[in-house]
């Protein structure tokens, strides 16, 4: 089994190199094509790129177009990790048409919520280049539900739970001399909103850093494009609220992460870096209430901003919708009553399982919650670190 996995910014590197070291360990001639930077970068950046690999002395070669180099081999399996952009959507289809590889797609985000935008991204999988994909990775039964509630039951036998392979066997990169940890307060790391709740997200920061200054450091993780939109780029150097370290690096999460006892956010992905290094969890929703924003068509409606997904006229450009009435009947709005019960379902677990932001910050003098059935909802492995050995065993018992 020939083996090419690609990742072209730091964040699916890591959650890619955990797959890439398994592969190895197993003896397969794989490449593993990545770039480490926080900002995505193309094949054609080609001083932005590294590689490693097992390669044959000799066999049959491979050139391919979209990454610009030639394979030593031809490739039976491309794993990657994002698919519904450029460069992956040609590199997806290059493979599938060219070399009639099989492609896995290791899911990165926690699917949980489902609210109008994630229908209209699960619904471009049923298109080229993405309906080529063979293997959807997910990361536990819950979200592979709650991914077939925005698809087609056809979907089902291509989603094969494995857990998130991200967080395997972590190491931390030592990157905390980077920032000014003043040993005599605790840390608290805040992760950056970017969909419509952000003024409100930014409220509580500011509010926070009011009440702490004098014994808590609070560090900002903000979206690896979130400082360059034109929309927040004036939010940004010097950051909006004083005080408060901004973590731009990609690369210093898990050390940022693992420093800081509590930890404030929106429920989603960010959450797992909580479990990985048990801390507390306080969730934003009890004031942001993003869920249910979400699922309201005139959040949709009313958001005009250029490239801004959760809006109705960027996804109407995308798919030629011409008319409110079409978009409605494609988004099919008879299944946010299902989107709705489910959030609940999670929104109840979040409450059971977190601690809820509030005004006040008495959260910080409550003691941490467990969590209960919510690490499980997130990861059907409870971040056993295992994924990778249940992707490639996976894969070995389609190719034997």
Known sequence: MNIVLYAGDNKYYKTLLPIAREVKRRGYNFLFLYSQDTQLRFPQQKDRFAYDGIFPEQGEYAVSETLGLQLPFKPDVLILA???????????YEFKS??????????????????IENRLEMLSRMNPPQSMIDYFFEHSEFAKERRLDCMEE???????????????NVNLSNSLHKYSIDTTKQQILFWGVINTTRPTALKALQTLAQHTKDTYQIFYKCYP??????????????????????????????????????HIGQMSSIFNFSFY????????????????????????????????????RF???IWKIPTLDRFKEFIGMDRLEKFKYTNELVMKSVRMNTL???????????PKKQ????IKMFDEYELDGKAPDRILNFLEDEFN
């Open 82 to 92: 994002r698919e519904r952009w450029q460069p992956e959507q040609s590199i997806i």
């Open 98 to 115: 060219k070399f009639n590889a099989k492609i896995g797609l290791v899911e990165v985000s926690s699917h949980l919520i489902n609210n």
């Open 154 to 168: 056809s979907y089902r036998d291509k989603i094969i739970v494995t857990g998130n392979p991200r967080f395997t």
């Open 225 to 262: 494009g979130e400082p360059s939109n034109p929309k927040f780029i004036g939010q940004f150097n010097p950051f909006i609220v004083e005080g408060v370290q901004v973590v731009y690096d990609e690369d210093d999460i898990f050390d940022i992460a693992n420093l800081c006892e509590v």
């Open 277 to 312: 290094y048990n801390k507390t969890i306080v969730n934003l929703d009890s004031v942001c209430q993003a869920a249910e924003h979400m699922n309201d068509l005139s959040t949709y409606t009313s958001e005009t901003g250029n490239g801004v997904e959760d809006s109705a």
């Open 315 to 317: 996804w109407m450009n």
């Open 356 to 366: 809820d932001f509030d005004w006040e910050c008495n959260f910080l003098q409550q």
């Open 371 to 374: 969590y209960g059935n919510l």
